[in-house]
């Protein structure tokens, strides 16, 4: 089992890399525990993987993005308390993305803190999410606009978990792979184009190093920056634009693979400033997004009004323009505020042509 180490100003944690389910067996010997098992993950592993839990020590939660909220933590609360939760307990999360925000979200404000475990059960949640210490919850119609930084004391991230993801979830985890190599710079990249046939087959052995590659570049980024205000912002590669697809759709886009279409967007833009050549474009485009990209998308998605008005909620904007991160020539990254509506409009009507979006 390979560990990599990550630096937080909250606390230090580790990221335990597993080619088989046997840190499950650790996990049960851990005192005060509770679990949280995401119901999808329950139902497909109860048997294999669950058996021996005491019933009376979980909570199967039913996910989908509309319980990424408030209400949600609450619930999570009296299960907690009503098992005579202490400061001493640990929360054990067994699931993806919207498990870790919800659990990691009621973990760091309970008692101002209690220890938690993450396993993370989709490739979106091994390969970006587990790492960076946030909790994010959504408000209303505002995508992440509620929570706070607490990162878990351990991680346990096996691939063994994503045969049973279902295509579309699997591909949403690829996008945010894609995204991550593509910051690593150019020989990042090209291991990526080279390795994405085998990916999209879900190779473990190559699964496995990908994710390692992802979390190691998310971690360059992140270091001196946990709190996201300077380099760490380049991470929202694609998310700029890719948030609004995903809010503006009603979150029939996945998120990784909004993420794709927003990189799509920003290398057009990118493009259209003269700031990333041709070649680059096209070769990212065709080797790298395209074949990531599965998710069918409908023109109403990429109306331009309706993206503008989610752009504008971006926490990170301050100015009158819209907020991009862009990849531009020499495979790096710049983040630019100064995004016009007509900019959108001109890049917007180039990315359904693109697509062939009707």
């Keep these: 089992m390979q560990v990599m180490r990550v630096h937080s100003a909250v606390r230090d944690y580790e990221v335990n890399f597993c080619d ?28 294999q993987l669950f058996s021996r839990i005491d019933p009376a020590m979980v909570m199967v939660l039913p996910i989908d993005e509309d319980r990424k909220n408030l209400y949600t933590v609450m619930e999570v609360y009296d299960a907690l308390m009503s098992r005579a939760a202490k400061r001493n307990m640990t929360l054990i999360s067994i699931g993806g993305g919207i498990i870790q925000d919800i659990t990691g979200f009621a973990a760091s404000t309970l008692y101002r803190g209690i220890n938690w475990i993450f396993v993370p059960t989709t490739l979106l949640a091994q390969a970006d999410s587990c790492i960076g ?15 706070t930084f607490f990162p878990p004391n351990r991680i346990y991230l096996s691939p063994g978990f994503t045969p049973t993801l279902k295509e579309e979830d699997y591909f949403s985890g690829l996008g945010e792979v894609v995204k991550l190599h593509l910051m690593g710079g150019e020989a990042s990249a090209h291991q990526l184009m080279h390795d994405l046939d085998l990916l999209a087959r879900r190779d473990n052995e190559t699964l496995l190093r990908a994710t390692k590659k992802s979390l190691e570049v998310k971690l360059s980024y992140m270091q001196d920056d946990e709190f996201d205000t300077g380099k760490r912002n ?15 759709s009603g979150f029939a886009v996945p998120h990784g693979q909004a993420v794709v279409v927003g990189m799509m967007f920003a290398n057009l833009v990118a493009r259209n400033r003269g700031l990333i050549g041709e070649p680059l474009f096209s070769t990212v485009h065709k080797q790298a997004l395209l074949p990531a990209l599965v998710s069918p998308l409908k023109t109403e998605y990429l109306d331009t009004a309706p993206i503008v008005a989610a752009m504008k909620m971006d926490k990170k904007r301050v100015g009158e323009g819209l907020v991009l991160v862009m990849l531009v020539d020499g495979y790096q990254m710049i983040k630019v505020e100064d995004l016009t509506a007509n900019e959108l409009s001109n890049a917007t009507q180039q990315l359904k042509e693109l697509l062939q979006v009707a």
């Design 20 to 47: 088989s389910f046997d840190f499950l067996a650790a996990i049960e010997t851990i005192p005060n525990r509770f679990y949280v098992i995401d119901s999808n993950v329950w139902d497909l592993y109860r048997e």
């Design 133 to 147: 210490s946030k909790t994010s919850l959504n408000y209303k119609n505002y995508k992440n606009l509620v929570g």
């Design 234 to 248: 380049l991470l929202n590669f694609g998310h700029c634009y890719g948030h609004a697809v995903e809010s503006v």
